[in-house]
């Protein structure tokens, strides 16, 4: 079992998320940055899928009442165990009795918690991801609070400490991410000066951003004026209600860019003007309040491309690991 | 492909990132349009193609998520314009299988009132309330009226999400009569649960308290997300949400004391939605409006 002693700022369980719900308005839900999600699990000797921990900002303080093995990956953050630092994107073991703790935040935004067994909380919606945003899910549907005891699964297969990400594959977390979009959706409805403002400029991560959805600022873009068609609604950021794909952007008001994420909302009525793509949530993910975006436009080819770079590297860091 | 232009006349394709492919049968909504898409979606769920991850079928439009690792999202496209020119538009003969279902809702309630208030900043009409504003920028002379338009005649649900659950409602009544109000300047980043909203031509209840840029008109007593399924509606259906893509809504005005009613139902765990089910013909609909709502109501009412 592991008893939370402090859930840090937002501890949930997450896992490879919710899928196939999202024509009833379910969004996939589980880890933001799903490498660091997978590499953990990968570190523990997990099956892929088992359930780990996410934090943000500041981890938890969790104490653990059996042996096990346990990796943090993600954030840049000092861990330690009994007080003792160990490293980061590496499998440790550690005894019954032992506490878990963090230092302060030096890169990236988000640590993952992975512990051979994963976190045994009960499948919801065929997920043990958290959706806190309607109360559903991981640990009572809600983020992890002080006194909280989790049990541990059996999703191990492989158990072992000592297990060691290269250090040229783990990511760093650049005060300025870069992020490619897929340029699309409505991006007609922005005049091509906003467009090119888009992506030419360095977006400052507000306050609003959490796991359903980052909000930018840093330019003003211009709508295009048109005739609305009947169902949008008057104003120029208005579209007639659509499906919003999870990584997509909207400029409500033309001020106030919001990137959609895992606990994303399915759909709604804004003009949208792409989509990040997707294995790029993860560098998302790892920015913080005040960090820099900057979106870099490709197209299909390109996109794909970029995916296919990111998930090769995974899969030769699982084998790599196994 | 006609990714980055508007046109109207023809379907556009394109690509929601690396995993998703948004179709955008029209611009504008209009019930022919929409009943293309479900045509078109119901279709593709039936051919089970490899890769076809999910499909969500939308106003005027529909969205798949595919695995791009096991089908090309430019093989997809192909395959969804074969099965669109294959549907083709709007058939004489189909009829939907659906229920129309009684729900309550107070219109111009205290609870959607005070948060409204809370965000005049990013409203067009800093000075006004919702319900106000809907009803000058639609012509009516006075808010009551608009009010009773709201809840005159019954609504289809033509999407379904944003949230768990929650319902985009299309009034069935010719487009001359339908409601029409923008969505915020800025989304709120409060909305409390059951609040019943309007944005574009459409209706919605929030299932949950969260953001929103709807317009807030009323609030309804009775939930329509259900996490733990506690009351039957939800765990007969072994269900959180109670509505489907394709339901009709009737909205029915209650006053405070049948709102407090349906509410004290609803935490003793007995509260039950009254529906019927019926067989919904579009062609009949667009042919007959004010009679097919008619026959509909006399089937829910009796």
Known sequence: MIICQDPGLETTVQDTGRLGYYSIGFPPSGALDSFAYHVGNALVGNEPGAAGLEAVYLGPTLEFTEDTVIAVTGADIPAFVDGAEIPLWESVAVSSGSVLSFGQLRGGARPYIAVAGGIDVPLYYGSRSTYTLVGIGGFEGRALRAGDELAIGSDARDPRAGRRVDASDVPVHPSTAEVHLLVGLHSYRLTEDSLARFTDTEWKVTPDANRVGYRFRGAELEFVPREQPFGAGSDPANVTDCGYPVGSVQVPGGVEPIVLLQDAVTGGGYATLGTVVSVDRDRLAQTKTGDRTRFVPVDLDGALEVRKDRLGALDRIRSALA | ?302
Not at chain 2, 28 to 44: C, D, G, N, Y
Not at chain 2, 231 to 246: R, Y
């Open chain 2, 1 to 302: 492909m006609s990714a980055g232009t508007e046109t109207d006349t023809e379907t556009r394709y394109d690509y929601g990132g690396d995993e998703f492919v948004y179709v955008e049968l029209s611009a504008a909504m209009s019930l022919p349009v929409h009943f293309t898409s479900l045509a078109i979606t119901r279709r593709l769920a039936e051919e089970a193609i490899p890769g076809v991850e999910e499909i969500a079928p939308s106003n005027a439009s529909y969205m798949v998520r595919v695995d791009p690792d096991r089908l090309h999202p430019r093989d997809l496209v192909r395959e969804l314009q074969r099965i669109e020119g294959e549907v083709g538009s709007l058939s004489d003969d189909l009829t939907v299988a659906t229920r129309i279902v009684d729900v309550p809702i107070m219109l111009n309630d205290p609870w959607t009132h005070e948060v409204l208030m809370k965000f005049r900043d990013r409203h067009q009409d800093p000075n006004g309330t919702d319900l106000d504003y809907g009803a000058r920028i639609n012509g009516y002379s006075s808010t009551e009226d608009f009010i009773d338009a709201l809840a005159a005649s019954p609504y289809l649900v033509t999407m379904m999400g944003f949230v768990p659950g929650l319902p985009w409602c299309f009034q069935l009544v010719p487009r001359e009569r339908q409601v029409e109000v923008p969505k915020y300047v800025r989304p709120r980043t409060e909305t409390p649960e059951r609040a019943f909203g309007f944005g574009g031509a459409f209706a919605v209840i929030y299932p949950v308290k969260g953001a929103g840029g709807y317009q807030l008109f009323g609030s309804a007593p009775a939930p329509i997300f259900d996490g733990e399924q506690r009351l039957p509606d939800f765990a007969e259906n072994n269900s959180v949400v109670f509505f489907k893509h394709g339901d009709v809504i009737n909205y029915r005005r209650v006053d405070r004391g049948e709102y407090d009613d349906v509410r004290a139902q609803v935490d003793a765990g007995t509260w039950r939605y009254s529906f019927k089910e019926l067989e919904f013909s579009p062609s009949r609909f667009l042919a007959d409006p004010d009679g097919t709502n008619a026959a509909m109501k006399e089937v829910l009412y009796g």
